[in-house]
Nanobody, 115 residues
Framework: QVQLVESGGGLVQPGGSLRLSCVAS????????MHWVRQAPGKGLEWVST????????YYKESVKGRFTISRDNAKKTLYLQMNSLKSEDTAVYYC????????RGQGTQVTVSS
């Protein structure tokens, strides 16, 4: 059974930064594209970013381009999301996932951007 455990969320002021981590307990991690998705209060899941198996190809939701950076360490089976210049609209529960729709995701970590 795939297990994904996110961490690193918290309360941050607008313009601040956070680094999310996601540890995977599956041997297939190194052969999986990985994704970050998020769910804002009262809204559905939305895709944020995708990284290829080797980490060389990355995709971002338009609204986070230039502010968020996805990365991975396959030796540690860990996925990261560096979030800079955070805005109030980034407030959401962030999930790492094996699929871009977020059907196979972890328990999430709360990110709140507020002054």
């Amino acid at each position: 059974q795939v297990q994904l455990v996110e961490s690193g969320g918290g309360l941050v002021q607008p313009g601040g930064s956070l680094r999310l981590s996601c540890v995977a307990s599956t041997f297939t991690f190194t052969s999986d594209q990985m994704h970050w998705v998020r769910q804002a209060p009262g809204k559905g899941l939305e895709w944020v970013s995708t990284i290829s198996t080797g980490g060389g190809i990355k995709y971002y939701k338009e609204s986070v381009k230039g502010r968020f950076t996805i990365s991975r360490d396959n030796a540690k089976k860990t996925l990261y999301l560096q979030m800079n210049s955070l805005k109030s609209e980034d407030t959401a529960v962030y999930y790492c996932a094996r699929d871009a729709q977020g059907n196979q995701r972890g328990q999430g970590t709360q990110v709140t951007v507020s002054s």
